[in-house]
């Protein structure tokens, strides 16, 4: 690459150039190779082209006063180096001349060159001869071009070097930790939650999933079924028996503890589906308070406690744990249920009925009341999200995902990590057996409290006039069956995928009536035909559908969707609900 002098500070010698301004040696404009040591004495020899230049003066320019070195072998060093550079030797120089016992002198003429060779360019030839003439005609031409300005320029350009090594370096230094950033982004993303445990805690038989579970950290407080009431019970985190709670009410259902575990929010109730005067009832005993006029259900505490968030009707409402300031706070398409809390306060999630076939899905609101979206996008998986609540830590959301008839608890992963990528899908966290619903993530830890579903299907068969049961050997996976008026014939749903079924009461015969994606539900006979109430595709709009059957004495019967509650004989199954622990291992 072709180097462009300086008309200003440049000289030519032989076939060689120097840039005084920006230290530069080049030969017929091929740049070279020359350290800082080397390049100064050069630089003096040719201001001082002619003339004998001292050791002393040498030194005085290399090392300033009370610098300690070697003098005579570092100054021998860098001579020598220059007389490498511009192809000297000692022995017969045709630049620089060794003056035995004064000094150095450079023999060959110098001239002021420009960056563009032109014939009224000046020049100035310097030789032994003519050295003080000569000088004085640069000294002239350049005034500024003295020894000491020619050696702060030198140490301007080296820090000018060195600031743009260092950037340089800085650069470089970015690159490779951004590109090891990116590497480990990548291959490494945060890993999967997931289920390492699940531990029963409860067995009773009676359990309530309606009236949900609450949690202090050492107990789980729900609802068991006793004849017309309901008991509150109370157990250990670890597991064991039951013991029953005192409560203000016969009916009392316990929604959740104040952040500082110090006050139950509970409601008063008749029936399950009435909504109810809430309360708040001292942990540690005495009398409720009544909650100002808030009526409904399912309340949750704001992290702070100084908001109380409850459903009344398709209306989600706040309150002051005193009774005031009361406020509709959102107004949904669907009914609302299960209410959650950010923990940061800033974002309230709850499940609402989104559709025909009874689904729900989780939907999302600023603490204020605007932003009103879903969480998942219409046609994402699971297809029906509900009771979701934020892990302590507030790095994931978690909600029972349900698909068919079986649901299973999943998460959603709402921290960013900057520096693993990070799954923003939803995951599926269990698989079954069970059926999992009302997942409440413990205070602290990883544990999770849930619902657990273990279908124990026994279809029987009902006298209506005498209530004698026979038991009825179907298919394991029954849902739902219905007999025939003749007793020969039994009609049934499939689970997993809701098929509708015929078959003879002693499981022989199997015949299937639909496939999916319809989903048949609470099917019944009515002679001469075989009835199905709800009958509806797993997406999509509503419909009725036509199917043909044969009895035992080949009548034809047609399959309508339509609704018999004239039952003479009919078959049911039993479900028992319990209470796990399941062990999320989460790992950030």
Known sequence: MEHRVDPRLALRFGLYEVDLLQGILSRQGVRLKIQEQPFRILALLLQRSGEIVTREELRQLLWPH??????????????????????????????????????????????????TASPASPSTNVSPETSEESFEVRMRLHPEFTPERAAELYRERKKAERAARWIDFSLLSCAIVFGSWLLFFIVYPVPRPSVQRMTRITNAGGIDEWGGIVSDGTRIFFLERDGGHWNLMQTSVEGGNAEKMPAPFENTRLFALSPDHSQFLIGQFTRRDDEMPLWLWPVQGGEPRRMGEAIGHEPAWSPDGTQIIYVRGRSLYTIHPDGTQLRELAHG??????????SDGETIRFSMDKR???????????????????????????????????????????????????????????????????HLDPVQLTHGPDSLHVAIPSQTGSRVFAFSFRSNRELQKIEPQSHRAESLILNA????ASVSPDGHLALYTDRPDGSLWRSSVDGSQRLRLTKPPLVASAPHWRAPRLLAPDLFP?????????????????????????????????????DAAQIWYLLVQIKH
């Open 538 to 574: 797993l997406r999509g709009r509503r419909r009725l559908a036509r199917g043909p059957s044969r009895g035992p004495r080949g009548r034809r019967r047609r399959l309508v969707a339509r609704r018999n509650a004239n039952r003479r004989q009919h078959a049911r199954k039993k």
């Open 477 to 480: 996976n029954a849902e739902i």
């Open 356 to 422: 025909e076939d009874g689904t729900q899905a989780v939907w999302e609101m600023a603490a204020d009341g605007s932003r009103l979206h879903p969480i998942l996008a219409s046609g994402r998986q699971p297809a029906s999200q509900s009771a979701g609540q934020w892990t302590a830590d507030g790095r994931y959301f978690l909600f029972s995902g349900c698909e068919n008839y079986d649901c299973n608890l999943w998460g959603i992963r709402e921290a960013w990590n900057w520096l693993r990528r990070s």
């Open 66 to 115: 009370g610098t300690h070195v070697n003098f005579d072998g570092s100054l021998n060093a860098a001579l020598k180096k220059l007389r490498a550079a511009i192809q000297d030797d000692a022995e017969n120089p045709r630049f620089i001349e060794t003056v035995p016992r004064q000094g150095y002198r450079f023999l060959a003429p110098v001239h002021s060159v420009s960056g």
């Open 333 to 342: 398409p669907g009914l609302p249920h299960f209410p959650a809390w950010s």
